[in-house]
């Protein structure tokens, strides 16, 4: 069973202020005891206490062990705004790609242009148009 009490190989973490290199982001690599072996966003890899960094994947955990029910990380009853949340698979390599235009500032914010994208395939009638007939009027999607 989940307990979510300790650091898992893959937890993301920051150090904690007052520790050397505070605020560094990072992944664990290997957990001896209460020694973390972490792969800094730096490429550098270094030795912490658990105690020292901030793990935000056990505080993950350790929420959805207390509050299963929760939606997307806001309590039940709480709306900030007129969204949804939808879990989409692409393609690794398109993604990567997409990610690197992302980073290069290429894309725009990524709701905004998910949401221009989705406008474009309903617009005209108001019901959604085929992947045929989008790139029959626009020549390709890409």
Not at 82 to 96: C, Q, Y
Not at 111 to 136: C, D, H, Y
């Amino acid at each position: 069973m989940l307990d979510g009490s300790t650091a898992r190989v893959g937890d993301k973490i920051r150090v904690k202020s007052g520790k050397d290199g505070a605020g560094i982001r990072g992944v664990v690599q290997a957990v001896e005891a209460k020694r973390l072996t972490i792969e800094l966003d730096t490429g550098k890899t270094v030795e912490y206490n658990s105690p020292d960094v901030c793990n935000y994947s056990l505080a993950a955990r350790k929420a959805w062990i207390k509050m299963p029910g929760r939606r997307v990380g806001r309590p039940k009853g709480s709306r900030q705004c007129d969204r949804i949340s939808v879990t989409l698979r692409f393609d690794k390599a398109l993604w990567h790609r997409f990610l690197l235009l992302e980073k290069d500032g290429k894309t725009g914010p990524r709701v905004e242009l998910f949401n221009r994208m989705l406008a474009q395939i309903v617009s005209g009638s108001g019901r959604p148009r085929t992947i045929a007939s989008v790139k029959s009027q626009e020549g390709s999607i890409g």
